[in-house]
């Protein structure tokens, strides 16, 4: 499945963004989606996954962030709320078959990340 992340931008500490993940040449719901990130110089991480009915969340973003899809769209979302300077980092998506796994080499396909900029 081909991934395109969008919805990065530059906002100031307390705004509000929403990242889209559009898949094509297959249909995401039979797939865990998920939402990593990755600051310079730090490790990519884990931000959030979704499967059809269940999602999970790093302890970093609970009650910030929220995942959803649009199965109609083949699009997953990631609203993130309150965002804070440590959120600046590139945010990548990625689909895989491991259910809500945390783990980034559990996901086969990714997208090519979006710039999400928190300026304090």
């Known amino acids: 499945v081909q991934l395109q992340a969008s919805g990065g931008g530059s906002v100031q500490a307390g705004d509000s963004l929403r990242l889209s993940c559009a898949a094509s040449?297959?249909?995401?719901?039979?797939?865990?989606v998920g939402w990593f990130r990755q600051a310079p110089g730090k490790e990519r991480e884990f931000v959030a996954s979704?499967?059809?009915?269940?999602?999970k969340y790093a302890d970093s973003v609970k009650g910030r962030f929220m995942i959803s899809r649009d199965n109609a769209k083949n699009t997953v979302f990631l609203q993130m709320n309150s965002l804070q300077p440590d959120d600046t980092a590139v945010y990548y998506c990625?689909?895989?078959?491991?259910?809500?796994?945390?783990?980034?080499?559990?996901?086969?396909?990714w997208g090519q990340g979006t710039l999400v900029t928190v300026s304090s």
């Open positions: 040449g297959r249909t995401l719901d039979t797939y865990t």
């Open positions: 979704i499967t059809w009915s269940n999602t």
């Open positions: 990625a689909a895989g078959v491991a259910t809500l796994s945390p783990k980034y080499f559990r996901y086969n396909d």
